[in-house]
């Protein structure tokens, strides 16, 4: 049994020291709660008085457990970092790491992924190597990573105390993110700003905003998680304590993926007649529920259709080799071999080969074997198709239903002649008698005749379609 050393007894007799005798302890205790409950209330040093401080916890890819834990502190003014190991215990001190320099607060938090712990059934933060340590100084709030100091950013002016806080994120859509949040006071007002993953999975600090449900008149604000996937902001205004709580951010819709297990009893089969083949080789299947849609609709909603069909043409001959069909809604997912297949024309002989989408037209483009007359009118139809889909409703997600559009006839113009006149006039003749034949008979005579035709004509445009 370990012995309590004579200095600890000492200081636990202070305890019990009367107010007057000027030795009364003066605590500002801090409990910061993690992703898998576990609490940390001990001191990180002793040799001078700290001010407020935060405490971030590390778990990152691989690591089964918490295995480090940060600590900044605010030293006389000057904020530490300080470093220590998990489990928590008496074997693993509070190391200090480095200094950040002079503020007047300090928070510290990690980033990182939810992840599902199987084995226990709840949520855990996958962490990033390395938190963001948040700092004021001169009424200036700033971010960096770590150590980063060069690569610091200016988040805020005027802030007076702030509070970290990593929110929830959606492990199916990734742009449904609370973030990575920092609160913070200005002239007794809350506001906040979060670094969220956005749709092409880049992060990007969010623009300032206020939580007007907490007013003004606030002297304190923390920032929590709550364990129905909410984000709270807590804060101390004339004696009373106001929560604003947001709305909820399912990390993998709040519960385990469903496993369906099969068994078949009581089977009886009859073979009849059997014929026996050498196949090549063994045959197998299997299945898998693919793009899984569950939809929950109201009355009267905006379905998706299409808005214009434009043709693919030819920059010679009055044909086009595929079409783009205009959509009123954005689609997502993939454009595959099978999708093309499936479309159908109404002209004989003619196929889609290939199909894509054009997201900045937000139309489907569809291109053909051959080539059709812009003279024919085309029906296209498109099938309903489960690996494309768009949101409606807010963020739920529906699968493409099948769609019909028909790409109209178009006529050839040619210029024709209208209105044709012609004059004819002689300018000289002339006659001649055949010699030979002078003495029996007169032969009429022949006259040479020149004419010139002065003629108007004018142009008009006709169809190829009849009259």
């Known amino acids: 049994m370990r012995s309590i050393p004579i200095a600890l007894k000492e200081k636990l007799a ?21 992703s898998v409950n576990s609490l940390l209330s001990e001191p990180i040093h002793e040799d001078i008085s700290p001010a407020f401080g935060d405490v971030a916890v590390r778990q990152t890819a691989g690591e089964s457990d918490l295995s480090l834990a940060y600590a900044i502190c ?18 693993y001190l509070w190391e200090y790491q480095w200094t950040l320099g002079a503020a007047t607060d300090v928070a510290i938090e990690f980033n990182g ?6 084995e226990k059934e709840w949520y855990y933060l996958q962490t990033e190597e390395y938190p963001y340590v948040f700092y004021i100084r001169d009424g200036n709030l700033y971010v960096q990573v770590w150590r980063d100091s060069d690569n ?55 623009a300032e905003h206020e939580v007007t449900a907490l007013g003004t008149g606030n002297t304190t604000l923390s920032v929590i998680r709550t364990n129905d996937f909410r984000i709270g902001f807590l804060t101390q205004n004339n004696g009373r304590m106001l929560l604003a709580l947001t709305h909820r951010n399912y990390a993998g819709m709040s519960v385990r993926p469903d496993t369906v297990h099969i068994n078949a009893s009581n089977v009886k089969m009859w073979i009849s007649d059997i014929t026996e083949l050498d196949t090549l080789n063994t045959e197998y299947a299997s299945g898998n529920t693919a793009y899984p849609y569950v939809l929950l609709d109201e009355p009267d909603t905006e379905e998706i259709s299409v808005t214009l069909v434009e043709k693919l043409n030819r920059e010679t001959g009055f ?38 989408y054009d997201s900045e037209e937000q139309a489907l483009v569809l291109y053909t074997n ?27 997600r529906w699968f493409l239903p099948a ?16 209105n044709e006149t012609a004059g004819i006039s002689i ?36 169809s190829t379609l009849p009259i």
């Open 14 to 34: 202070n305890r019990f020291k009367a107010e007057n005798t000027n030795s009364m302890a003066k605590l500002r205790v801090v409990a910061t709660q993690t």
């Open 74 to 91: 605010l030293d006389d003014g000057i904020a530490n970092v300080y470093k220590r190991k998990f489990p928590a215990g008496m074997e």
């Open 113 to 118: 992924v939810w992840k599902m712990n199987a």
């Open 152 to 206: 610091a950013s200016l988040l805020a002016t005027g802030v007076s105390q702030i509070s970290a806080c990593k929110g929830w994120q959606s492990s199916v859509e990734q742009d449904l993110d609370q973030g990575l949040i920092i609160g913070y006071l200005k002239s007794g007002s809350v506001y906040y700003r979060a670094l969220c993953c956005q749709e092409n999975g880049s992060y990007v600090w969010e």
């Open 319 to 356: 044909v086009c080799y595929g079409f783009k069909v205009h959509l009123t809604k954005p689609l997502y997912g993939s454009v595959d071999a099978g999708f093309s297949v499936k479309c159908a024309l109404s002209v004989s002989g003619v196929t889609v080969t290939s199909a894509a």
């Open 370 to 396: 051959a080539d059709i007359r812009r003279t024919v009118a085309v029906t296209i139809t498109m099938p309903e198709y489960r690996s494309l889909w768009y949101y409606k409703l807010g963020s739920q």
């Open 403 to 418: 769609l019909s559009a028909v790409a109209a006839a178009e006529t050839v113009d040619f210029q024709t002649y209208e």
């Open 427 to 462: 300018v000289s003749t002339g006659a001649w008698i055949d010699e030979a034949l002078f003495t029996q008979c007169f032969q009429p005579a022949h006259t040479a005749v020149i004419t010139v035709v002065a003629s108007s004509v004018s142009l008009q445009p006709v």
